[in-house]
Protein backbone atom coordinates (compact mmCIF):
# COMPACT_ATOMS: atom_id res chain seq x y z
CA UNK A 1 0.00 0.00 0.00
CA UNK A 2 1.72 3.29 -0.80
CA UNK A 3 2.43 5.93 1.76
CA UNK A 4 0.06 8.59 1.95
CA UNK A 5 1.79 12.15 2.91
CA UNK A 6 0.54 16.13 2.38
CA UNK A 7 2.57 17.69 0.38
CA UNK A 8 5.59 20.66 1.09
CA UNK A 9 3.85 24.26 0.91
CA UNK A 10 6.19 25.11 -0.88
CA UNK A 11 4.44 22.62 -3.67
CA UNK A 12 2.13 24.14 -6.39
CA UNK A 13 -1.37 22.98 -7.47
CA UNK A 14 0.11 21.32 -10.47
CA UNK A 15 2.84 19.65 -8.56
CA UNK A 16 0.26 18.13 -6.46
CA UNK A 17 -2.14 17.19 -9.69
CA UNK A 18 1.06 15.02 -11.10
CA UNK A 19 1.75 13.53 -7.43
CA UNK A 20 -1.91 12.49 -7.51
CA UNK A 21 -2.21 11.14 -11.12
CA UNK A 22 1.24 9.23 -10.13
CA UNK A 23 -0.76 7.53 -7.30
CA UNK A 24 -3.59 7.08 -9.17
CA UNK A 25 -1.10 5.01 -11.50
CA UNK A 26 0.60 2.77 -8.53
CA UNK A 27 -2.90 1.73 -7.86
CA UNK A 28 -3.80 0.43 -11.05
CA UNK A 29 -0.66 -1.29 -11.00
CA UNK A 30 -0.80 -3.53 -7.94
CA UNK A 31 -4.45 -3.65 -9.05
CA UNK A 32 -3.45 -5.24 -12.24
CA UNK A 33 -0.74 -7.10 -10.73
CA UNK A 34 -3.41 -8.66 -7.84
CA UNK A 35 -5.79 -10.42 -10.87
CA UNK A 36 -2.79 -12.21 -11.93
CA UNK A 37 -2.24 -15.95 -10.87
CA UNK A 38 0.22 -16.72 -8.56
CA UNK A 39 2.84 -19.72 -9.62
CA UNK A 40 1.82 -23.08 -9.39
CA UNK A 41 4.39 -24.89 -6.25
CA UNK A 42 3.97 -28.41 -5.52
CA UNK A 43 5.24 -30.21 -2.44
CA UNK A 44 5.48 -33.71 -2.88
CA UNK A 45 5.57 -35.90 -0.30
CA UNK A 46 8.29 -38.38 0.58
CA UNK A 47 7.48 -41.89 -1.33
CA UNK A 48 9.11 -43.73 1.85
CA UNK A 49 8.99 -42.15 5.22
CA UNK A 50 13.02 -41.76 6.39
CA UNK A 51 13.66 -43.09 9.79
CA UNK A 52 13.19 -40.74 12.56
CA UNK A 53 12.46 -37.95 9.72
CA UNK A 54 9.75 -35.50 10.51
CA UNK A 55 9.33 -32.59 8.63
CA UNK A 56 9.94 -29.19 10.23
CA UNK A 57 11.68 -31.28 13.22
CA UNK A 58 15.17 -30.42 14.08
CA UNK A 59 17.86 -33.36 14.52
CA UNK A 60 21.51 -33.08 16.11
CA UNK A 61 24.42 -35.12 14.39
CA UNK A 62 28.12 -35.21 16.48
CA UNK A 63 31.12 -34.22 14.33
CA UNK A 64 34.14 -32.38 14.08
CA UNK A 65 34.56 -28.97 13.60
CA UNK A 66 37.70 -28.62 10.82
CA UNK A 67 37.62 -24.66 10.94
CA UNK A 68 40.93 -24.68 13.06
CA UNK A 69 43.53 -27.47 13.71
CA UNK A 70 41.89 -28.15 17.65
CA UNK A 71 39.22 -30.04 15.95
CA UNK A 72 36.46 -29.49 18.82
CA UNK A 73 33.55 -31.90 18.46
CA UNK A 74 30.40 -30.00 17.48
CA UNK A 75 26.68 -31.02 17.25
CA UNK A 76 25.23 -29.97 13.76
CA UNK A 77 21.18 -28.75 13.84
CA UNK A 78 19.63 -29.79 11.26
CA UNK A 79 16.33 -29.17 10.26
CA UNK A 80 14.75 -30.56 7.02
CA UNK A 81 17.84 -31.80 5.61
CA UNK A 82 19.88 -28.65 5.90
CA UNK A 83 22.52 -27.96 8.96
CA UNK A 84 21.57 -24.64 10.44
CA UNK A 85 23.55 -24.28 13.28
CA UNK A 86 26.01 -25.53 14.99
CA UNK A 87 27.13 -25.72 18.79
CA UNK A 88 29.66 -27.30 21.08
CA UNK A 89 29.35 -30.81 22.19
CA UNK A 90 29.66 -31.37 25.54
CA UNK A 91 30.39 -34.91 25.30
CA UNK A 92 33.43 -34.48 23.42
CA UNK A 93 35.82 -35.02 25.65
CA UNK A 94 38.36 -32.39 24.72
CA UNK A 95 36.74 -29.41 24.00
CA UNK A 96 33.78 -30.29 26.24
CA UNK A 97 31.03 -28.07 24.58
CA UNK A 98 33.26 -25.34 23.54
CA UNK A 99 33.15 -23.82 20.41
CA UNK A 100 34.68 -20.41 19.16
CA UNK A 101 33.40 -18.23 17.45
CA UNK A 102 35.59 -19.32 14.09
CA UNK A 103 33.93 -22.51 14.62
CA UNK A 104 29.96 -21.09 15.10
CA UNK A 105 30.54 -19.46 11.55
CA UNK A 106 32.37 -22.02 9.96
CA UNK A 107 28.61 -23.19 8.49
CA UNK A 108 28.36 -20.42 6.35
CA UNK A 109 31.19 -22.36 4.27
CA UNK A 110 28.84 -25.08 3.30
CA UNK A 111 26.28 -22.53 1.54
CA UNK A 112 29.36 -20.03 0.16
CA UNK A 113 28.81 -19.11 -3.55
CA UNK A 114 32.49 -19.16 -4.18
CA UNK A 115 32.72 -23.10 -3.83
CA UNK A 116 34.09 -24.63 -6.73
CA UNK A 117 31.75 -27.10 -7.91
CA UNK A 118 33.89 -28.83 -10.41
CA UNK A 119 37.71 -29.81 -11.45
CA UNK A 120 39.60 -26.93 -13.54
CA UNK A 121 42.58 -28.01 -15.27
CA UNK A 122 44.43 -25.01 -16.89
CA UNK A 123 42.13 -22.41 -15.61
CA UNK A 124 39.11 -24.31 -17.66
CA UNK A 125 36.20 -26.15 -15.85
CA UNK A 126 36.97 -30.35 -16.80
CA UNK A 127 35.46 -33.65 -15.18
CA UNK A 128 36.81 -35.45 -13.13
CA UNK A 129 37.63 -38.13 -15.52
CA UNK A 130 39.86 -36.43 -17.20
CA UNK A 131 41.36 -34.53 -14.54
CA UNK A 132 42.32 -38.06 -13.08
CA UNK A 133 43.84 -39.21 -16.27
CA UNK A 134 46.07 -36.24 -16.99
CA UNK A 135 47.35 -36.20 -13.15
CA UNK A 136 48.36 -40.48 -13.15
CA UNK A 137 49.57 -39.77 -16.77
CA UNK A 138 51.85 -37.09 -14.99
CA UNK A 139 52.55 -39.27 -11.93
CA UNK A 140 53.74 -42.12 -14.24
CA UNK A 141 56.19 -40.21 -15.79
CA UNK A 142 57.68 -38.74 -12.79
CA UNK A 143 57.92 -42.13 -10.89
CA UNK A 144 59.92 -43.11 -14.41
CA UNK A 145 62.36 -40.69 -13.77
CA UNK A 146 62.36 -40.50 -10.11
CA UNK A 147 61.50 -37.27 -9.61
CA UNK A 148 60.62 -35.43 -6.29
CA UNK A 149 56.68 -35.33 -5.46
CA UNK A 150 55.82 -33.51 -2.22
CA UNK A 151 52.50 -33.31 -0.48
CA UNK A 152 52.13 -29.62 1.46
CA UNK A 153 49.21 -29.52 3.95
CA UNK A 154 48.38 -27.53 7.44
CA UNK A 155 48.43 -29.71 10.48
CA UNK A 156 46.33 -33.08 9.71
CA UNK A 157 44.75 -34.26 13.04
CA UNK A 158 42.88 -37.18 11.02
CA UNK A 159 44.38 -40.55 11.20
CA UNK A 160 42.47 -41.82 7.98
CA UNK A 161 43.71 -38.80 5.97
CA UNK A 162 47.37 -39.13 7.37
CA UNK A 163 47.20 -42.87 6.28
CA UNK A 164 46.16 -42.22 3.00
CA UNK A 165 48.88 -39.54 2.23
CA UNK A 166 51.48 -42.12 3.65
CA UNK A 167 50.39 -44.82 1.06
CA UNK A 168 50.14 -42.07 -1.51
CA UNK A 169 53.90 -41.11 -0.68
CA UNK A 170 55.05 -44.86 -0.72
CA UNK A 171 54.03 -45.16 -4.32
CA UNK A 172 56.98 -42.97 -5.21
CA UNK A 173 60.87 -43.41 -4.67
CA UNK A 174 61.41 -39.66 -3.47
CA UNK A 175 57.75 -38.37 -2.16
CA UNK A 176 57.51 -36.09 1.57
CA UNK A 177 54.77 -34.96 3.68
CA UNK A 178 55.08 -31.26 4.36
CA UNK A 179 53.02 -29.43 6.93
CA UNK A 180 53.35 -26.15 7.66
CA UNK A 181 50.77 -24.20 9.68
CA UNK A 182 49.91 -20.03 9.34
CA UNK A 183 49.56 -19.64 12.74
CA UNK A 184 52.98 -21.59 13.83
CA UNK A 185 54.04 -23.06 17.02
CA UNK A 186 56.82 -24.62 15.22
CA UNK A 187 58.91 -23.38 17.80
CA UNK A 188 57.46 -25.15 20.78
CA UNK A 189 57.81 -28.39 18.90
CA UNK A 190 61.37 -27.71 18.18
CA UNK A 191 62.06 -26.96 21.65
CA UNK A 192 60.75 -29.83 23.33
CA UNK A 193 62.64 -32.08 20.74
CA UNK A 194 65.74 -29.97 21.48
CA UNK A 195 64.87 -30.33 25.26
CA UNK A 196 63.64 -34.25 25.35
CA UNK A 197 63.88 -35.52 21.90
CA UNK A 198 60.60 -36.08 20.62
CA UNK A 199 58.65 -33.16 18.85
CA UNK A 200 55.76 -32.94 20.71
CA UNK A 201 53.24 -30.14 21.61
CA UNK A 202 52.36 -30.77 25.48
CA UNK A 203 49.00 -30.51 26.25
CA UNK A 204 48.02 -28.16 28.46
CA UNK A 205 45.99 -28.67 31.65
CA UNK A 206 44.90 -24.88 32.64
CA UNK A 207 41.96 -26.60 34.64
CA UNK A 208 44.73 -27.82 37.15
CA UNK A 209 46.67 -24.39 37.15
CA UNK A 210 44.99 -22.42 39.56
CA UNK A 211 48.40 -20.17 38.87
CA UNK A 212 48.86 -18.99 35.53
CA UNK A 213 52.04 -16.85 33.72
CA UNK A 214 51.27 -16.52 30.27
CA UNK A 215 53.91 -14.31 27.73
CA UNK A 216 52.45 -13.08 24.45
CA UNK A 217 50.02 -16.09 24.51
CA UNK A 218 46.07 -15.45 23.98
CA UNK A 219 44.70 -19.11 24.82
CA UNK A 220 41.73 -17.58 25.40
CA UNK A 221 41.48 -15.81 21.92
CA UNK A 222 43.21 -17.84 19.01
CA UNK A 223 45.99 -19.46 20.38
CA UNK A 224 46.25 -23.69 19.65
CA UNK A 225 43.12 -24.79 20.85
CA UNK A 226 41.46 -21.99 22.61
CA UNK A 227 37.45 -23.61 23.35
CA UNK A 228 38.95 -26.50 25.04
CA UNK A 229 41.69 -23.60 26.95
CA UNK A 230 38.64 -21.70 27.95
CA UNK A 231 36.73 -24.53 29.67
CA UNK A 232 39.99 -25.33 31.78
CA UNK A 233 40.53 -22.04 32.85
CA UNK A 234 37.19 -21.31 33.83
CA UNK A 235 37.25 -24.43 36.26
CA UNK A 236 40.52 -23.66 37.73
CA UNK A 237 39.33 -20.31 38.65
CA UNK A 238 35.67 -21.45 40.11
CA UNK A 239 35.24 -22.95 43.29
CA UNK A 240 31.30 -24.07 43.69
CA UNK A 241 30.76 -21.76 41.16
CA UNK A 242 32.41 -18.77 42.69
CA UNK A 243 35.49 -17.27 41.93
CA UNK A 244 38.44 -18.73 43.78
CA UNK A 245 40.73 -16.82 45.72
CA UNK A 246 43.85 -19.04 44.99
CA UNK A 247 43.62 -18.18 41.26
CA UNK A 248 46.06 -15.84 40.06
CA UNK A 249 46.81 -15.11 36.40
CA UNK A 250 49.58 -12.61 35.03
CA UNK A 251 49.70 -12.09 31.34
CA UNK A 252 52.42 -10.08 29.73
CA UNK A 253 52.01 -8.81 26.05
CA UNK A 254 52.78 -5.99 23.77
CA UNK A 255 49.04 -5.22 22.95
CA UNK A 256 45.34 -5.77 24.56
CA UNK A 257 44.11 -9.68 23.88
CA UNK A 258 40.97 -11.29 24.94
CA UNK A 259 43.32 -13.32 27.86
CA UNK A 260 44.86 -10.07 28.79
CA UNK A 261 42.12 -8.16 29.11
CA UNK A 262 40.69 -10.69 31.69
CA UNK A 263 43.91 -11.55 33.73
CA UNK A 264 44.33 -10.13 37.65
CA UNK A 265 47.49 -8.56 36.58
CA UNK A 266 48.48 -7.33 33.14
CA UNK A 267 51.45 -6.06 32.33
CA UNK A 268 52.45 -4.21 29.06
CA UNK A 269 55.79 -4.60 27.41
CA UNK A 270 57.45 -3.78 24.14
CA UNK A 271 57.33 -6.80 21.84
CA UNK A 272 61.12 -7.22 22.26
CA UNK A 273 61.11 -7.53 25.38
CA UNK A 274 58.49 -10.47 26.14
CA UNK A 275 61.48 -12.92 26.09
CA UNK A 276 63.72 -10.51 28.48
CA UNK A 277 60.37 -10.82 30.56
CA UNK A 278 60.79 -14.92 30.65
CA UNK A 279 64.27 -14.83 31.08
CA UNK A 280 63.99 -12.88 34.51
CA UNK A 281 61.19 -14.86 35.91
CA UNK A 282 63.16 -17.91 34.91
CA UNK A 283 66.33 -16.35 36.92
CA UNK A 284 64.42 -16.11 40.09
CA UNK A 285 62.79 -19.23 40.01
CA UNK A 286 66.32 -20.89 39.53
CA UNK A 287 67.51 -19.04 42.38
CA UNK A 288 64.76 -20.55 44.39
CA UNK A 289 65.70 -24.05 42.99
CA UNK A 290 69.23 -23.63 43.45
CA UNK A 291 69.12 -24.08 39.57
CA UNK A 292 71.47 -22.13 36.77
CA UNK A 293 70.06 -18.97 35.71
CA UNK A 294 69.66 -18.26 31.86
CA UNK A 295 72.46 -15.98 30.55
CA UNK A 296 69.57 -14.10 28.48
CA UNK A 297 69.59 -10.25 30.59
CA UNK A 298 67.61 -7.30 29.89
CA UNK A 299 68.53 -3.81 29.72
CA UNK A 300 68.11 -1.81 32.95
CA UNK A 301 64.92 -0.06 33.67
CA UNK A 302 62.28 -1.73 31.09
CA UNK A 303 61.42 -4.57 33.34
CA UNK A 304 58.73 -4.47 36.11
CA UNK A 305 60.64 -5.86 38.81
CA UNK A 306 58.48 -6.02 41.38
CA UNK A 307 55.74 -7.62 39.74
CA UNK A 308 58.34 -10.55 38.72
CA UNK A 309 58.99 -10.72 42.07
CA UNK A 310 55.72 -11.52 43.05
CA UNK A 311 55.01 -13.48 40.33
CA UNK A 312 57.98 -15.70 40.94
CA UNK A 313 56.39 -16.12 44.72
CA UNK A 314 53.06 -17.38 43.89
CA UNK A 315 54.45 -20.04 41.32
CA UNK A 316 56.66 -21.43 43.60
CA UNK A 317 54.42 -21.53 46.19
CA UNK A 318 52.10 -23.17 43.63
CA UNK A 319 54.79 -25.76 42.40
CA UNK A 320 52.91 -28.39 40.68
CA UNK A 321 49.55 -26.57 40.10
CA UNK A 322 51.29 -23.47 38.15
CA UNK A 323 51.56 -23.29 34.60
CA UNK A 324 54.20 -20.95 32.36
CA UNK A 325 52.93 -20.56 28.65
CA UNK A 326 54.80 -18.24 25.69
CA UNK A 327 53.35 -17.62 22.51
CA UNK A 328 56.44 -16.48 21.03
CA UNK A 329 57.85 -17.88 17.76
CA UNK A 330 61.62 -18.02 19.43
CA UNK A 331 62.88 -21.88 20.30
CA UNK A 332 65.17 -20.03 23.02
CA UNK A 333 61.98 -18.09 24.37
CA UNK A 334 60.38 -21.70 23.93
CA UNK A 335 63.43 -23.33 25.75
CA UNK A 336 63.10 -20.89 28.73
CA UNK A 337 59.30 -21.59 29.16
CA UNK A 338 60.15 -25.22 29.43
CA UNK A 339 62.64 -24.33 31.58
CA UNK A 340 60.10 -22.86 34.06
CA UNK A 341 58.06 -25.33 33.76
CA UNK A 342 60.53 -28.00 34.73
CA UNK A 343 61.70 -25.93 37.76
CA UNK A 344 57.77 -25.92 38.85
CA UNK A 345 57.29 -29.55 38.51
CA UNK A 346 54.86 -28.98 36.25
CA UNK A 347 55.20 -31.99 33.32
CA UNK A 348 52.60 -34.45 34.53
CA UNK A 349 50.41 -32.47 36.11
CA UNK A 350 49.38 -28.87 34.13
CA UNK A 351 51.72 -30.29 31.17
CA UNK A 352 51.14 -33.61 30.04
CA UNK A 353 53.58 -35.52 27.21
CA UNK A 354 52.13 -38.78 27.68
CA UNK A 355 49.03 -37.77 25.63
CA UNK A 356 50.48 -34.41 23.78
CA UNK A 357 48.33 -32.65 21.67
CA UNK A 358 48.28 -33.18 18.16
CA UNK A 359 46.38 -29.97 17.11
CA UNK A 360 49.88 -28.28 16.07
CA UNK A 361 52.16 -30.49 14.24
CA UNK A 362 53.83 -27.79 11.30
CA UNK A 363 57.58 -27.50 10.76
CA UNK A 364 58.87 -24.17 10.18
CA UNK A 365 62.11 -25.60 9.04
CA UNK A 366 60.80 -28.27 6.97
CA UNK A 367 58.91 -25.83 5.00
CA UNK A 368 62.32 -23.53 4.74
CA UNK A 369 63.82 -26.64 3.00
CA UNK A 370 60.63 -26.73 0.73
CA UNK A 371 60.82 -23.60 -0.54
CA UNK A 372 64.87 -24.05 -1.01
CA UNK A 373 63.60 -27.16 -2.86
CA UNK A 374 61.37 -25.63 -5.47
CA UNK A 375 63.22 -22.39 -6.16
CA UNK A 376 66.22 -25.19 -7.15
CA UNK A 377 64.09 -26.72 -9.64
CA UNK A 378 64.00 -30.16 -7.62
CA UNK A 379 59.94 -30.27 -7.18
CA UNK A 380 58.88 -32.40 -10.16
CA UNK A 381 55.09 -32.31 -8.40
CA UNK A 382 53.85 -30.22 -5.24
CA UNK A 383 50.20 -30.92 -4.12
CA UNK A 384 48.73 -28.65 -1.68
CA UNK A 385 45.55 -29.19 0.81
CA UNK A 386 44.46 -27.24 3.20
CA UNK A 387 46.82 -23.83 3.21
CA UNK A 388 47.45 -21.09 0.59
CA UNK A 389 51.32 -20.46 0.59
CA UNK A 390 51.16 -17.92 -1.89
CA UNK A 391 49.21 -15.49 0.40
CA UNK A 392 50.45 -17.29 3.59
CA UNK A 393 53.94 -16.78 3.66
CA UNK A 394 56.01 -13.99 2.58
CA UNK A 395 57.20 -14.76 -1.19
CA UNK A 396 59.18 -12.37 -3.06
CA UNK A 397 58.72 -12.76 -7.00
CA UNK A 398 61.63 -15.43 -7.39
CA UNK A 399 59.67 -17.87 -5.26
CA UNK A 400 56.48 -17.09 -7.15
CA UNK A 401 57.85 -17.72 -10.64
CA UNK A 402 59.82 -20.75 -8.81
CA UNK A 403 55.97 -22.04 -7.94
CA UNK A 404 54.88 -21.42 -11.61
CA UNK A 405 57.38 -23.70 -12.98
CA UNK A 406 56.64 -27.10 -10.86
CA UNK A 407 55.80 -29.90 -13.41
CA UNK A 408 52.83 -30.74 -11.95
CA UNK A 409 51.31 -28.05 -9.36
CA UNK A 410 47.65 -29.71 -7.99
CA UNK A 411 45.82 -27.31 -5.55
CA UNK A 412 43.08 -29.24 -3.59
CA UNK A 413 41.46 -25.82 -2.30
CA UNK A 414 37.90 -25.62 -2.50
CA UNK A 415 38.21 -22.25 -4.12
CA UNK A 416 39.73 -20.14 -6.54
CA UNK A 417 42.56 -18.93 -4.14
CA UNK A 418 45.94 -17.28 -5.24
CA UNK A 419 47.38 -20.90 -4.80
CA UNK A 420 44.97 -22.13 -6.97
CA UNK A 421 45.50 -19.64 -9.55
CA UNK A 422 49.32 -20.65 -10.40
CA UNK A 423 48.34 -24.66 -9.86
CA UNK A 424 47.77 -26.51 -13.30
CA UNK A 425 44.67 -28.55 -11.75
CA UNK A 426 42.38 -27.42 -8.91
CA UNK A 427 40.62 -30.55 -7.41
CA UNK A 428 38.52 -29.09 -4.94
CA UNK A 429 37.80 -30.87 -1.76
CA UNK A 430 34.66 -31.26 -0.23
CA UNK A 431 32.99 -29.31 2.51
CA UNK A 432 33.95 -31.48 6.00
CA UNK A 433 29.75 -31.01 6.79
CA UNK A 434 29.34 -33.09 3.47
CA UNK A 435 32.40 -35.41 3.89
CA UNK A 436 33.15 -38.25 5.62
CA UNK A 437 36.90 -38.00 8.46
CA UNK A 438 38.02 -38.32 11.81
CA UNK A 439 39.97 -36.81 14.24
CA UNK A 440 42.91 -37.48 17.19
CA UNK A 441 43.20 -33.77 18.61
CA UNK A 442 44.63 -35.06 21.48
CA UNK A 443 46.99 -38.67 21.61
CA UNK A 444 44.80 -41.51 22.06
CA UNK A 445 41.08 -39.49 21.92
CA UNK A 446 40.08 -40.12 18.43
CA UNK A 447 35.98 -39.31 16.74
CA UNK A 448 34.16 -39.53 14.00
CA UNK A 449 33.17 -36.74 11.28
CA UNK A 450 30.17 -37.60 9.77
CA UNK A 451 28.20 -35.93 6.82
CA UNK A 452 25.36 -33.99 7.86
CA UNK A 453 24.45 -32.99 4.42
CA UNK A 454 23.92 -34.27 0.88
CA UNK A 455 27.37 -33.08 -1.06
CA UNK A 456 26.43 -30.15 -3.74
CA UNK A 457 28.15 -29.93 -6.93
CA UNK A 458 31.09 -31.91 -7.97
CA UNK A 459 34.00 -31.50 -5.47
CA UNK A 460 35.57 -34.45 -3.95
CA UNK A 461 37.03 -35.36 -0.26
CA UNK A 462 40.48 -35.01 -0.54
CA UNK A 463 41.00 -38.81 0.89
CA UNK A 464 39.00 -40.11 -2.23
CA UNK A 465 41.55 -37.63 -4.80
CA UNK A 466 44.26 -39.56 -3.14
CA UNK A 467 43.26 -42.89 -3.33
CA UNK A 468 42.35 -42.41 -6.94
CA UNK A 469 45.68 -40.95 -7.56
CA UNK A 470 47.10 -43.99 -5.71
CA UNK A 471 45.76 -46.57 -8.30
CA UNK A 472 43.37 -47.77 -5.81
CA UNK A 473 39.87 -45.47 -5.54
CA UNK A 474 37.78 -45.63 -3.10
CA UNK A 475 34.97 -43.86 -1.02
CA UNK A 476 36.20 -41.41 1.83
CA UNK A 477 33.50 -43.73 4.20
CA UNK A 478 34.84 -46.96 3.31
CA UNK A 479 38.70 -45.67 3.72
CA UNK A 480 37.65 -44.32 7.49
CA UNK A 481 36.03 -47.53 8.20
CA UNK A 482 38.69 -49.36 6.82
CA UNK A 483 40.78 -47.64 9.42
CA UNK A 484 38.90 -47.51 12.41
CA UNK A 485 38.34 -51.76 11.90
CA UNK A 486 42.20 -52.56 11.74
CA UNK A 487 43.86 -49.86 14.24
CA UNK A 488 41.36 -47.77 16.26
CA UNK A 489 38.99 -51.23 16.83
CA UNK A 490 41.91 -53.24 18.10
CA UNK A 491 42.92 -50.66 20.64
CA UNK A 492 39.32 -49.03 21.89
CA UNK A 493 36.67 -51.78 20.59
CA UNK A 494 36.72 -53.55 24.34
CA UNK A 495 35.65 -57.08 22.72
CA UNK A 496 32.70 -55.31 21.04
CA UNK A 497 31.99 -56.23 17.50
CA UNK A 498 32.92 -53.72 15.23
CA UNK A 499 29.99 -53.00 14.06
CA UNK A 500 28.31 -51.96 17.02
CA UNK A 501 31.53 -49.93 17.80
CA UNK A 502 31.22 -47.92 14.64
CA UNK A 503 27.70 -47.15 15.43
CA UNK A 504 28.54 -45.75 18.77
CA UNK A 505 31.30 -43.96 17.93
Known amino acids: WPIWAKPARSSSPATASADLRATGFVL ?69 GGLCAVGQASILSLYDSHRLGQPQAAGKPA ?73 VLPRMRFEKAPVVAAF ?10 PAEFTRGYREARLENGKPS ?51 LTAPAGVLPEKELDALAARLWNARGRSLVVCGLADVKAQKLCAYANQLLGNYGTTLDLERPSMQRQGSDRAMAGLLQEISAGQVAALFVHGLNPVAELPLDKPA ?3 LRRIPLLVSLSS ?3 ETAE ?14 WGDAEPVSGTVCIQQPVFRQVGHSRPA ?17 VRAYWRDSIHPRHGGGQPFEEFWRAS
Open 28 to 96: AGSAITGCSRAPVRTATPLPTQPEDFWPGRSEQYATICTACPASCGVLAKVRDGRPVKLEGNPDHPVSR
Open 127 to 199: SWEETDRAILTALDSIRKQKGAVRILTGTVTSPSLQERIRAFAATFENARHVVFDPLSSSAILDAHEDLFGTR
Open 216 to 225: EADFLGTWIS
Open 245 to 295: AHAWHTHFESHLSLTGGGAEERVRLAPGHIAHALAALVSRLASRAGAKPPA
Open 400 to 402: LDA
Open 415 to 417: RAD
Open 422 to 435: LARFVCPDADPLES
Open 463 to 479: MESLAAWSGKPATTRDQ
